[in-house]
């Protein structure tokens, strides 16, 4: 049995479903290839298992710094739902006590606050609409890009044509509307969508049925991950691309397969306020080599 010196301590939590293991890389002394160690914790067989892995850093440009490791290893912008499990996390370690922070990301600083219970609404900035800085090379100019068609590969060597909008919020997005979320072919078009040339940096795929001006349903392909139960950034797309498209109303539910995250947008040059819940799982070790 492997002991303290050569195990690391872990938190499982989660956001509206989207799990996550946090590591505290203010007080321990963390793998130095940490994007192997994140993949190998990552799988849901051989580790812990998580949809990403979120570690804790001291920063210049804010009260904390998130580093963000995708399961495949890769490292990424922003998760929506990770900054309020990392918010969580950091409160109930007596890292912070503060009511709002900031925190820095590699899409710069984000803010969430606490919102009472387990509940965290986060300041996303504005949406990105130009083409060129979300990235695709879809539309050009300033943006939106918004109902553009595009022929996609699939792996079973056909090819769909479908209907789809873009846009960032620290990480790219592209949505798609359909009929029956519940019967979208998430997992084939998604990582086709994924990996389609007109997103140099690959990009998450939302499928989204509209209910009403006030309610959307919403599975998310995550870059890097596969399909989650939740995407907080994703989350905010969809309703920024859906109020652009004139089809929902500035304050929106978004229900995701892990719970439903609130979403407020007015428009223009006005922030994105996501609220959502937090949750921890559980705490443990796990050995640090590959033993």
Not at 58 to 75: C, L, P, T, V, Y
Not at 198 to 222: K, L, M, S, Y
Request: hydrophobic content about 40%; overall charge negative; glycine content about 12%.
């Amino acid at each position: 049995m492997s002991d303290e010196s050569t195990t690391l301590p872990f938190t499982k939590m989660h956001g509206a479903g989207n799990d996550f293991v946090v590591l505290d890389g203010i007080r321990d002394a963390l793998p130095a290839d940490l994007a192997a160690f994140c993949r190998r914790i990552s799988d849901r067989h051989f580790g812990i298992g998580a949809d990403q892995v979120l570690v804790v850093r001291e920063s210049q440009a804010a009260d904390f710094r998130m580093e963000i490791f995708n399961a495949d290893g890769s490292q990424v912008e922003m998760c929506a739902n990770g900054i309020r499990a990392f918010y969580k996390f950091l409160r109930d370690r007596g890292h912070t006590s503060a009511d709002e922070i900031g925190v820095e990301t590699l899409s710069g600083v984000v803010r969430p606050r606490w919102a009472g219970g387990d509940l965290i609404t986060v300041d996303m900035g504005r949406p990105v609409l130009a083409p060129a800085k979300i990235p695709t090379t879809l539309g050009s100019g300033e943006g939106p890009v918004l109902d553009v068609a595009l022929d996609v590969a699939l792996g079973s060597g056909g090819v769909e044509s479908v209907i789809l909008s873009s846009l960032s919020m620290g990480n790219p997005h592209a949505v798609l509307v359909v009929d029956d979320v519940d019967a979208a072919p998430v997992h084939e078009l998604g990582r086709a969508i994924e990996q389609h040339p007109a997103f140099p940096n690959r990009v998450n795929v939302e499928f989204i049925e509209i209910v009403d001006r006030g309610h959307i349903r919403q599975r998310t392909w995550e870059r890097g991950t596969g399909e989650t139960l939740a995407c907080g950034s994703g989350a905010c797309a969809v309703a920024v691309s859906s109020i652009l498209r004139g089809l929902a109303d500035p304050k929106i539910e978004i229900a995701l397969r892990g719970g439903v995250l609130r979403i407020e947008w007015e428009g223009g040059e006005s922030h994105v306020f996501m609220t959502g819940p937090a949750a921890e799982t559980f705490t443990g070790r796990i050995p640090v080599g590959e033993d």
